[in-house]
């Protein structure tokens, strides 16, 4: 990997000899785990200005028509998220000179409160080329990363680190994005981005000036222009610069609102139509019936054959699979059931996804498992090896099991004398509901018949015989771990302890799939970890607080809620405790603060637990109960500063590893639900959302806000195989 400093470029190809499809990463973290941005890319012309407002390619205008840019959504790491960006260069448009890969915080957020700023670039198999670290960010709310430009016939990258106090509005009006005045002029963002609008009109030689580093050919020998950084936008209030006594001039006329960017797109009411039947023993018909499965094969045979159909006729949803996997957009076809030659006896992988565009093919190995069957190393490995050999891209797995960072399912090994390289990638069937269920019910696809038949997919997914319901097993260490808590006998170090934590991590990763998608809210977990922690080490150190206190402890974001939800499995006593910690109101007297959240919650549970937060340590608490008719009895005693209120609701623990009515997993679905249906429902939204509307283009409405829902698909670390 070539590791580049600010202002540096390098050619792609000097870097990999198949970097004509390349995936760029931006990520990021913090010490609390709280810290977030969205990502955005602009393509650009020889002017340095985008040809129209959908060169800009952001959260609610996700992906190019020609496949060129793709945004692949946010994945979590530890003390941070990573956003994804596939670009497939050999589709940019001729008249595209640069793609400016971009991120811009909200609500007043800037990128100095962020740590580890950083850019790579990756092929299409996963090997990272380069990467390029920011280290000075301050008071910006938006920043260039880097951008990729041409240079005659190649490709380039500069890395750039350039950063705006106007966030986004000023950048995109940088850019000459036409940015909608609707309430713009509400914040601070709002004003600099219209003084942005009227110094670009003023000025119009502006756009006649050449780009940043892109004077004009260089002479034969001559070094490569060093970038002239763009200016960024001025903030608002800051003087303008005049002739003293000049009439003002005249205000110009009101801009014409800017194009939508989102497609007006189907999806399907939350509330189903009223039945025809006679009576409710009557089962509606199904395209794709799970009853009559008896046995696991049969069901590794349904489920892939469903899946891989509704793949290749949903393009949004097949795309939504596969792009994550280095695919292009293009015309999908899938298989199942194929014979490929390996050795005396030949294999039989359970699909394969076959993806042509403009003459080049993109082709991978699928391996499904359904129930509790986990993947095995030796299969995987004879498909590795078939798939080097015979130039597929990727091997693609597909199970209940959740993959995590750092904690491979299945090992492989890698022939390092091979050129060609092959991307193994996992994906659970909770990914696939999810990715389902934001299509339909949140964001759209194309028509009412592709709406019918992701439908009919989670009707077919969620039905008991089919085999795919997520992560369903806490694993064979659960027992003992629990015992050993119990008895007082679990030492530190006890590598059960680290498998039982793994299995916790997994069960809190589909908590979020499942939460986002019936939610359409970005839900992600939040992983609080020092910088430098590697996963292993960190679950490691969970482990020994596992073995110490008895306790699992795992937290959740929902985008726009009023906190972090905390879940807390205590092992000792076998209670669930479900909790969130809200700030009490700046400014407010605090009976006026107590009376006001009695109000809030007038319709939670009575056994909802209120505590209230003082100045680094607790003060009175109480159930609903007792304190409506008496909010006083919230108030600390010795006058002490409110900071908060913490709502915590708690319930018994399943004792079973199972996903049984009376196992663990369901216990742990059935707390969360009832906490945010019953708790975090009635509590005011986050105010991120009107500060972001006052600093970016405007949405098309909320059914299309919220672009991804924790990740888009989980991969397992990368083991390539060249060929």
Known sequence: MRELTKGANVALADLSDDAGSVIASLSWSSTTGDGDADVSVLLLDGGGKVRSDSDFFYYNNPAAADGSVQLLGKTPTDGGSEDRIGLDLTAVPPDVERLVVTASRYGGSRFGELDDLRMTVADRTGEVLLGFSIADAGVESAFIFGELYRRGAEWKYRAVGQGYETGLAGLATDFGIDVDDEGENDGEDGAAAGEAADRAAASPGAQDEPPPGEAGPPSPGAPEPAPVPRQPVREAGS????????????????RARGP???????????????????????KAARLFPAPTLKSDREREVRATSVLLSVMAQVPEFGRRLTAAFGAPAGRMETFTEVSLPHGDTPKRPDG??????????????????TNGNVLRSEQVQNYMDIAARRGYEAVITLSNDVALEGSPLVDVKTDGRRKHKVALRHLSWAEVAHQAHMLIRHEGVGNAAHAWLLQELLHYLQHENSGCHGFQNMGPSWVPVRNGIDTETLCQGDARAV???????????????????????????????????????????????????????AELRVEDSPGVITIVADLRTGKLRTSVEIPAPEGAYPLTSAKRLMRQLADAPADLHVETLLDGRSGPRGTLERLRPEPGDMLPGDGSRITGFRLSLFKGMGVSRGNAESGFIRSVDDAVDRFHAHVIAHLPQADRRAARRSQEPAREGEQGAVQETGPAASTTPDARVPA
Do not use: Y
């Open 239 to 254: 003087p303008v610069s005049g002739n003293a006594g000049t009439e003002p001039a005249a205000a110009p006329p009101r």
């Open 260 to 282: 939508r960017t989102a497609k007006k797109k189907v999806t399907l009411p939350a509330v189903v139509k009223k039945s025809l039947a006679e009576n409710d023993a009557w």
């Open 352 to 369: 394969v996804i076959r993806v042509e565009r403009a003459g080049k093919l993109w082709t991978a190995l699928v391996e499904t498992k």
């Open 499 to 553: 498998e039982v934590v793994e299995s916790w991590e997994r069960l809190i990763r589909q908590v979020c799939l499942r939460l986002g998608g019936e939610l359409g809210r970005k839900t992600l977990p939040v992983q609080r970890a020092q910088r430098g922690t590697t996963p292993q080490s960190r679950r490691a150190a969970l482990a020994d607080r596992l073995c110490e206190e008895g306790r699992l402890t």
